[in-house]
């Protein structure tokens, strides 16, 4: 039980930070942002057979959609945090570094870009989107800061 609320504790906290330099980024920088609400109203048409919209944006609302989208956000932090987890635990627990948390996070960037993007109607990479690059750039750098946030989440949680 102790490494399942390890688990939850290093995948909420690296979501966090890396919703924080979402929103930063965002704000200060101009870099586009996730609508947790359209993945939220991806997940909702999941039951009826639709899994790939043009765009989703205008496909019918889902009741609750902002929810169940950032629900979904934060449960796929905490899913690669066991991956993680597990891992760190199976090279041992000195083989964390971070080198391998920020290598790990760049790893978790294949599922925007080959599953959720698609599905959403952005494309392969987020082809379709107004600004594809700044996408990637940002999908870069947010999967880079939450690689990190595992490790020094891993840090705090084992010292």
């Known amino acids: 039980m ?10 909420i906290f690296a ?4 919703d924080i330099w979402a929103t930063f980024s965002n704000r200060v920088l101009n870099f586009p942002r996730t609508n947790w609400a359209m993945v939220g109203r991806w ?3 999941i ?5 790939i ?9 889902i009741k609750y959609e902002s929810i169940l989208g950032w629900v979904f956000h934060y449960f796929v932090g905490v899913i ?4 993680y987890v597990a891992m760190v635990l199976w090279q041992g627990e000195g083989s964390s570094s971070l080198l391998n948390a920020w290598l790990f996070g ?3 960037i294949l599922s925007p870009w ?4 698609p599905a959403l109607g952005l494309g392969i990479c987020a082809a379709k989107a107004p600004k594809p690059n700044m996408v990637r750039l940002q999908n870069f750098a947010i999967h880079s800061i939450f690689g990190i946030a595992l490790y020094y989440g891993w840090l705090s949680i084992n010292t």
């Not at 102790?2 to 995948?11: N, S, T």
């Not at 039951?47 to 899994?51: D, I, L, R, T």
């Not at 690669?80 to 991956?83: C, K, M, N, P, W």
């Not at 080959?114 to 993007?117: P, Y």
């Open 2 to 11: 102790d490494v399942v609320i390890k688990i939850l504790a290093i995948g």
């Open 15 to 18: 979501t966090v930070i890396m």
């Open 43 to 45: 997940l909702g048409h």
């Open 47 to 51: 039951p009826s057979g639709k899994y």
């Open 53 to 61: 919209h043009n765009p989703v944006g205008r496909s019918a609302e």
């Open 80 to 83: 690669y945090a066991s991956f």
């Open 106 to 108: 760049l790893l978790t």
């Open 114 to 117: 080959f599953i959720l993007q």
